[in-house]
């Protein structure tokens, strides 16, 4: 492990592809031992910024350091892994042989039987890779890439094409991963993911950082709430009468109204349904905030 102060550190960043800009001027920090998520629509800049970190782009401005070094410095030092959606496998090798290839690249590997073990695949060590579902090869990647034992791993929707079972495994294994004090930056589309496995989301628009926090952080920005109850003495055009259908839902006797004033709502549906029951404010999920944040910025 090192002992650098920065994982990761990005400056002024910038990219560009013909008149698109990729990534407009990000300026990111990220701890030893920390687990980013990287949120964005598409075109955002989450793939164009992990390429960046790993040295497989260069920057038309500003720096990127990867514990204080370059990325070329530290991929070559074993220090980086990266699970990317791009790159086909070589069609005739079995999994087992592809750890190998990778490991004999490296300086200090992990032994194959170890990373297969690790990425929960030891059973696939004899498939060739044209045998494997979409799923596993998503796994097998995992594998690959904690091949050089590395202090970051960056991951680019590490789950795509998994199942429930898997993603639940995959997950796992990441924790196993990050016990030891790793850091991991990922870009994810599931929400679900972020909120559940991130120490801090990072979310990108228009490839730049509109937001930056703990997830919890992330959606106490967002001024929505969202109120649900079961109202037996409303029938669906009562409810859309008192509250519109903008982020209304009625699902029989359940509704959901999403609102930036709860108080409001509470008060007139008590007035309105005197046998309302099972009722319940939360704040906005990461979804919620995810939509709101982009949207506001695209105004």
């Given at each position: ?82 699970m990317l959606q791009d790159g086909a496998m070589l069609a005739d090798a079995t999994v087992g ?203």
């Open positions: 492990m090192t002992d650098t102060p920065h994982a990761v550190r990005l400056a002024g960043l910038r990219k560009s592809y013909g008149s698109t800009r990729a990534v407009d001027g990000v300026d990111l920090e990220v701890a030893p031992g920390e687990i980013v998520a990287l949120l964005g629509p598409n075109g955002a800049g989450k793939s164009t910024l992990a390429d960046l970190i790993l040295g497989l782009s260069r920057p038309d401005a500003g720096t990127v350091a990867v514990f204080g070094r370059t990325p070329r410095e530290a991929v070559d030092a074993g220090l980086a892994g990266a042989e592809l750890a190998a290839l990778f490991a004999a690249v490296h300086r200090h590997p992990l032994p194959v039987a170890e990373a297969l073990d690790r990425a929960g695949i030891a059973d696939l060590a004899r498939r060739r890779a044209t045998d494997l579902s979409g799923g596993q090869t998503q796994r097998v990647r995992f594998a690959l890439a904690l091949v050089p034992d590395p202090d970051l791993l960056v991951l680019d929707e590490p789950t795509v094409a998994m199942d429930v079972a898997a993603r639940r495994e995959f997950w796992a294994a990441m924790r196993r991963f990050v016990a030891a004090g790793r850091t991991v930056l990922f870009a994810t589309h599931q929400l679900d993911e972020a909120d559940g496995f991130a120490d801090r989301v990072v979310l990108l628009h228009d490839g730049r950082v509109v937001a930056d926090g703990t997830p919890r952080h992330v959606k106490s920005v967002v001024a929505v709430r969202t109120v649900r109850a079961t109202v037996p003495d409303l029938d669906a055009a009562a409810v859309h009468a008192l509250f519109g259908a903008d982020g209304v839902t009625v699902d029989g006797e359940g509704v959901r109204i999403s609102t930036t004033d709860a108080d409001t709502v509470l008060r007139t549906l008590l007035e309105h349904s005197p046998r309302a029951r099972d009722i319940e404010v939360t704040g906005a999920g990461l979804e919620e905030a995810f939509l709101s944040i982009t949207e506001g910025t695209a105004r």
